[in-house]
């Protein structure tokens, strides 16, 4: 099916916004701009007054935790994690996950979000939602060795690689998820590097998130988790690191030496006090910098455009330099950084032979007015609801701000009654 959008204001790769036209072509863009005269276009959506901008890249998620959105607020990590949220997650069964997962993508979708990078258990469920919504999807078993399910953990991941990756017309790409190194040791960290070599599948994990964290891995190895990660190995393989936020100067330049990739989570960070990664050294080092959410019960939401926009702020002020992250490089981290973090080198930038993965942005009203800078106005003036259309591979998910691929009532029915289940608590919206 060939998609002409007509008349839009698109920004293109170099930061710069041009008024134009984009054909799609199945599930590729085929033209920004001048438009082949033999084109024909089956479906034309009229770009006036909106704003083109490649989908974004939600990095970090753990999807089916919006079940346990505003379970458990407020609260240090480990004392959320031990006695709130992993007592909960030990009772969700395949349908829990599942609905969870249909609620998560149906607001990343409404939010303008294309491609999500999740870690989580049982995630042939995740990756059924995947399929049926229409999204394009990293998916990872996350897994903790020391737990007892560690072994069969380690083994669903690699069952899931076999039956999911490159699934969904090539939208499903699998990584291998342990999860981070004070819950996976080296000798369990050896197991899951050798079976992702075998696949030759890269690493998604939790790296220095927490002061405790590396404090405790320095006590435990002598050294830092960044450093401990290039003894193992397992940067060798390639890797998608969450948060990162306690980093020394060294460990910065191992990431730069092995092409570690940034999931930079700030509003996780920020609700959870784990504190403010070092994007500004990250990014002037190489790094590549993406943007993710993380879970919706650490942030409370899967709002990309509302991490863009902590991303261009917290950081001016960790550096006390409002020149640090201006509003095009944190666009870029949301979109075409966050299509480099997850290994995808056909999303993340709007021009010919990527694929059709767009959001179109209404610009108007009195948040858009006047309008000097596009790019400016959606980073710091703009927010999620003003999301109008979303395509993935071409084919439109969201339609004047409506769901195409997903019954919202009946998702939000069925994960009230998860939800209710899980905790035996009354919900308040109800």
Request: proline share 3%; charged share 25%.
């Given at each position: 099916?060939?998609?002409?959008?007509?008349?839009?204001?698109?920004?293109?790769?170099?930061?710069?916004?041009?008024k134009?036209?984009?054909?799609i072509?199945?599930?590729?863009i085929?033209?920004?701009?001048?438009?082949?005269?033999?084109?024909?276009?089956?479906?034309?959506?009229?770009?006036?007054?909106?704003?083109a901008?490649?989908?974004f890249?939600?990095?970090?998620?753990h999807v089916?935790?919006?079940?346990?959105?505003s379970?458990?607020?407020?609260?240090?990590l480990?004392?959320?994690?031990?006695?709130?949220i992993?007592?909960?997650?030990?009772k969700?069964?395949?349908?829990?996950?599942?609905?969870?997962a249909?609620?998560?993508?149906?607001?990343?979708?409404?939010?303008?979000t294309t491609?999500?990078?999740?870690m989580?258990?049982?995630?042939?469920?995740?990756?059924?939602a995947v399929?049926?919504?229409?999204?394009?999807?990293?998916?990872?078993?996350?897994?903790i060795?020391?737990?007892?399910?560690?072994?069969?953990?380690?083994?669903?991941n690699?069952t899931?690689?076999?039956?999911?990756?490159?699934?969904?017309?090539?939208?499903?790409?699998?990584?291998?998820?342990?999860?981070?190194?004070y819950?996976?040791?080296?000798?369990?960290?050896?197991?899951?590097?050798?079976?992702?070599?075998?696949?030759?599948?890269?690493?998604?994990?939790?790296l220095?998130?927490?002061?405790?964290?590396?404090?405790?891995?320095i006590?435990?190895?002598?050294?830092?988790?960044?450093?401990?990660?290039?003894?193992?190995?397992?940067?060798d393989l390639?890797?998608?690191?969450?948060?990162?936020?306690?980093?020394?100067?060294?460990?910065?330049?191992?990431?730069?030496?092995?092409?570690?990739?940034?999931?930079?989570?700030?509003?996780?960070?920020?609700k959870?006090?784990?504190?403010?990664a070092?994007?500004g050294?990250?990014?002037?080092?190489?790094?590549?910098?993406?943007?993710?959410?993380?879970g919706?019960?650490?942030?409370?939401?899967?709002?990309m455009l509302?991490?863009?926009?902590?991303?261009?702020?917290?950081?001016?002020?960790?550096?006390?330099?409002p020149?640090?992250v201006?509003?095009?490089?944190a666009?870029?981290?949301?979109?075409?950084?966050?299509?480099?973090?997850?290994?995808?080198?056909?999303i993340?930038?709007l021009k010919?032979?990527?694929?059709?993965?767009?959001?179109l942005?209404?610009?108007?009203?009195?948040?858009?007015?006047p309008?000097y800078?596009?790019v400016?106005?959606?980073v710091?003036?703009?927010?999620?609801?003003?999301v109008?259309t979303?395509?993935?591979?071409?084919?439109?998910?969201?339609?004047k701000?409506?769901?195409?691929?997903?019954?919202?009532?009946k998702?939000?029915?069925?994960?009230?009654?998860?939800a209710?289940?899980?905790?035996?608590?009354a919900l308040l919206?109800?």
């Amino acid at each position: 099916m060939n998609t002409l959008i007509k008349d839009v204001l698109a920004v293109l790769p170099d930061g710069s916004t041009k008024k134009t036209n984009i054909a799609i072509e199945n599930d590729k863009i085929s033209a920004v701009g001048d438009v082949p005269a033999d084109f024909t276009a089956d479906n034309i959506i009229d770009g006036k007054n909106k704003l083109a901008v490649p989908g974004f890249v939600n990095t970090h998620t753990h999807v089916s935790m919006t079940l346990l959105r505003s379970y458990a607020d407020d609260m240090k990590l480990m004392d959320w994690l031990e006695n709130k949220i992993w007592p909960i997650e030990a009772k969700m069964k395949k349908d829990d996950i599942y609905w969870g997962a249909m609620l998560g993508i149906a607001e990343m979708i409404k939010t303008g979000t294309t491609t999500f990078a999740d870690m989580y258990g049982d995630m042939e469920k995740v990756a059924e939602a995947v399929e049926e919504t229409g999204i394009r999807a990293i998916l990872s078993r996350g897994m903790i060795g020391v737990a007892p399910n560690g072994q069969d953990a380690l083994q669903e991941n690699c069952t899931l690689f076999e039956e999911y990756n490159n699934a969904a017309d090539g939208r499903i790409t699998v990584m291998f998820g342990p999860h981070a190194p004070y819950t996976c040791p080296p000798k369990f960290l050896k197991q899951v590097m050798e079976k992702a070599q075998k696949y030759n599948a890269e690493i998604h994990i939790h790296l220095a998130e927490t002061k405790g964290e590396v404090d405790d891995c320095i006590k435990q190895y002598g050294m830092t988790p960044m450093a401990l990660m290039e003894d193992v190995g397992i940067f060798d393989l390639g890797v998608l690191a969450a948060h990162c936020v306690h980093l020394t100067d060294e460990d910065i330049a191992i990431m730069k030496k092995h092409n570690v990739r940034v999931a930079h989570n700030p509003g996780s960070n920020l609700k959870l006090a784990s504190g403010i990664a070092p994007v500004g050294k990250l990014l002037e080092a190489g790094v590549c910098v993406g943007l993710g959410t993380d879970g919706t019960s650490s942030n409370n939401n899967l709002d990309m455009l509302e991490e863009i926009n902590l991303a261009a702020l917290i950081h001016k002020v960790q550096r006390l330099d409002p020149l640090m992250v201006p509003a095009a490089e944190a666009l870029k981290m949301g979109t075409a950084y966050g299509a480099k973090a997850v290994g995808l080198s056909d999303i993340g930038e709007l021009k010919s032979g990527m694929k059709a993965d767009i959001t179109l942005v209404n610009m108007q009203g009195t948040q858009w007015t006047p309008c000097y800078d596009a790019v400016s106005l959606l980073v710091y003036s703009a927010n999620a609801s003003m999301v109008d259309t979303v395509l993935v591979n071409g084919k439109i998910l969201l339609e004047k701000g409506k769901l195409t691929t997903i019954d919202e009532e009946k998702v939000i029915f069925e994960v009230n009654k998860s939800a209710k289940k899980l905790t035996g608590r009354a919900l308040l919206n109800e």
